[in-house]
Nanobody, 119 residues
Framework: EVHLVESGGGLVQAGGSLRLSCAAS????????IGWWREAPGKEREGVSC???????YYADSVKGRFTVSSDVAKNMWYLHMNSLKPEDTAVYYC?????????????WGQGTQVTVSS
């Protein structure tokens, strides 16, 4: 069992930046790909980024060049750095752990943190 808690969301103006944090606890994490998803109002959840268990880090085309991920494995913390934010980035952001080599089918979800970007 893995427990995830996100923080760092808030209200920011377009062009601004935020850093989301994900604190993980529970079992060992060696078997999981780790990523971020988001759900915008009226839209389905979509993958934003994924640190693959096997072959690198991926970003959705919509955030590529603006968002980056980092981690502090010793502290069981993962981060989503969001720059040049746009109103269309407004969403609830979720940290996810997915068993296996990609983030397509998350096994665990955090409770989510709201990001609102004003124009």
């Amino acid at each position: 069992e893995v427990h995830l808690v996100e923080s760092g969301g808030g209200l920011v103006q377009a062009g601004g930046s935020l850093r989301l944090s994900c604190a993980a606890s529970g079992s060992t994490f060696d078997d999981y790909s780790i990523g971020w998803w988001r759900e915008a109002p009226g839209k389905e959840r979509e993958g934003v980024s994924c640190i693959s268990l096997s072959d690198g880090t991926y970003y959705a085309d919509s955030v590529k060049g603006r968002f980056t991920v980092s981690s502090d494995v010793a502290k069981n913390m993962w981060y989503l750095h969001m720059n040049s934010l746009k109103p269309e980035d407004t969403a609830v952001y979720y940290c996810i752990f997915a068993k296996g080599v990609d983030c397509i089918d998350p096994t665990y979800w955090g409770q989510g943190t709201q990001v609102t970007v004003s124009s």
